[in-house]
């Protein structure tokens, strides 16, 4: 039965996944990963397919086997164009929680910044009755602290187009670094809440070891 599963991928495309404090971006790491998988899946002989998103659906690639659908998939996500700069987790879920008929590995990669909302969603908590949604969280460094120093730091909202000035001092510093702990905490606890496997991946670290440990990790339990 195991082989009779497909794997989706759904790919984050908005404007924050651009972001990059060294020099690999999140939207690199993404692409990285979500080859990794689809070649994965591929050789097992599953179908794999792939839905890319920003606040509407960017790119909706069927399910398919074959290599050729697999590079598919990696040029259709280096190449992507995004027409919009903004995120809405609700669109891609609500759109499979429609489409989706048959038990589906679904691997969701995104940094999930502002994904709260969606944890009270009946189409996030269906999908993940339905299916096996595995949670892909990619992370920049300056999402855990901001950088050591003195000075004022420029920040811009690549989403919303807001901007702000922040002062580098060390409280600041620390408050920042506890708000994104209690980020963290928060989305950890929310989808354990769910029973969602998931996993953490670091932008300009190695990630192919965290990968494979994971699903190792999953397989030695089940």
């Not at 999140?26 to 990794?36: G, S, Y």
């Not at 179908?47 to 509407?56: H, N, Q, R």
């Not at 580098?168 to 496997?197: F, H, I, P, T």
């Not at 965290?210 to 339990?221: D, E, P, Q, S, Y």
Request: proline share 3%; glycine share 4%.
């Amino acid at each position: 039965e195991e082989k009779e599963l497909s794997a989706l991928i759904i790919a984050d495309l908005s404007r924050s996944m651009e972001f990059a404090s060294v020099q690999q971006s999140k939207r690199e790491l993404l692409v990285l990963v979500a080859a990794t998988l689809a070649f994965s899946a591929a050789s097992d002989n599953m179908k794999v397919g792939m839905l890319a998103f920003t606040d509407a659906i960017e790119l909706d690639l069927p399910l398919r086997k074959g290599s050729g659908q697999t590079w598919k998939i990696v040029e259709s996500l280096w190449d992507a164009e995004p027409r919009s700069a903004r995120t809405n987790f609700l669109v891609p879920l609500e759109h499979l929680d429609t489409k989706l008929k048959r038990s589906t590995l679904l691997f969701f990669i995104s940094d999930f910044i502002n994904a709260e909302t969606i944890f009270a969603s009946h189409a996030l908590k269906r999908l993940a009755q339905k299916h096996d949604l595995v949670p892909v969280i990619v992370e920049d460094g300056w999402e855990e602290a901001l950088p050591e120093g003195r000075g004022f730091l420029r920040l811009h909202d690549a989403e919303m187009g807001g901007a702000m000035i922040l002062n580098l001092s060390r409280k600041k510093r620390d408050l920042y670094g506890s708000l994104m702990r209690e980020r963290r905490v928060v989305l950890e606890r929310s989808l354990y809440n769910l029973n969602l496997d998931h996993l953490f991946l670091r932008a300009g670290k190695p990630y192919l070891d965290t990968v494979i440990g994971f699903f190792l990790t999953r397989k030695r339990r089940r």
